[in-house]
């Protein structure tokens, strides 16, 4: 159901967002990717750094304030940097159908993102943390971080295919022990 509400969302965001034109919201999907990777990929650096935020919510609020805090700056670049690419005259229909499809992936990584996020922190505040963690809900969302992250990843010609994954995984893990082996593997492999 929640993922059915979050198809819908982004459908409406993506019907509303045809109005801002190609170049402006795929800059915006590519700046929010960037941002994302960056946010999900640092955040084990910063908790090796201050194991005081070992605990998940500490890492899910540290995770979304970088995501938050770049991509305020990259936008701002993109803006004044790229301020003319972003009056680029397209055709009307691709222009609406392109802003429109980005409109719809920006909101549905948006999305699944706070649904990721609620999870993680939710999975090690109730009773049962293994029904929470083992929910189709937060494998979906959790299944769209890891893509987003991914495809990023994939892109910047990174080696380590799996550590993505690893790290989406390292933010359902409560304990601090995984955590230090998470960053001891990455400090190893770098």
């Known amino acids: 159901m929640l993922f059915m509400i979050t198809f819908l969302a982004s459908i409406a965001f993506g019907w509303y967002s045809k109005k801002y034109g190609f170049a402006s919201m795929w800059i915006s999907l590519f700046n929010l990717l960037f941002c994302l990777y960056l946010g999900v990929m640092i955040t ?111 892109l910047a010609g990174q080696p380590m295919y799996d550590m993505p994954a690893n790290v989406v995984d390292w933010y359902k893990s409560p304990t601090v022990g995984e955590n230090e082996e998470l960053i001891d593997e990455n400090e190893v492999e770098s």
Do not use: Q, W
């Open 44 to 154: 084990p650096t910063i908790v090796g750094f201050v194991p005081a935020f070992a605990e998940v919510y500490y890492r899910v609020i540290c995770c979304f304030f970088i995501v938050l805090f770049s991509f305020v700056i990259v936008r701002y670049v993109t803006t004044v940097y790229f301020e003319h690419a972003l009056d680029a005259v397209m055709p009307d229909v691709f222009s609406t159908i392109a802003a429109g499809t980005a409109g719809f992936f920006i909101m549905m990584i948006v999305l699944n993102y706070i649904i990721f996020s609620s999870y993680a922190v939710a999975g090690n505040v109730v009773s049962d943390p293994d029904k929470m963690k083992n929910s189709p809900v937060f494998d979906k969302s959790s299944s769209i971080v890891f893509s987003s992250c991914n495809l990023v990843h994939r």
